[in-house]
């Protein structure tokens, strides 16, 4: 909260109040460093890379025998 400074003024006698503004901080917000979109896909990415993986091992192996 901004603290009230008090201040007179020496010639009129009279009081005048201003606010003095101060810096208040709030708890840092931690965010992902990859979003659930992008993990999503590249799960889906790395499970197609291997489905084709798996594939061609299959291939080589009903060609050798």
Request: aromatic share 0%; net charge neutral.
């Amino acid at each position: 909260m901004p603290k009230p400074v008090g201040k007179t003024s020496e010639l009129s006698g009279q009081l005048s109040v201003e606010d003095v503004t101060t810096m208040v901080l709030c708890k840092p917000k931690l965010l992902p460093l990859k979003s659930l979109t992008l993990e999503k896909l590249e799960k889906m990415q790395q499970a197609a890379q291997d489905t084709i993986r798996q594939q061609e091992m299959a291939e080589k192996e009903q060609i050798t025998h």
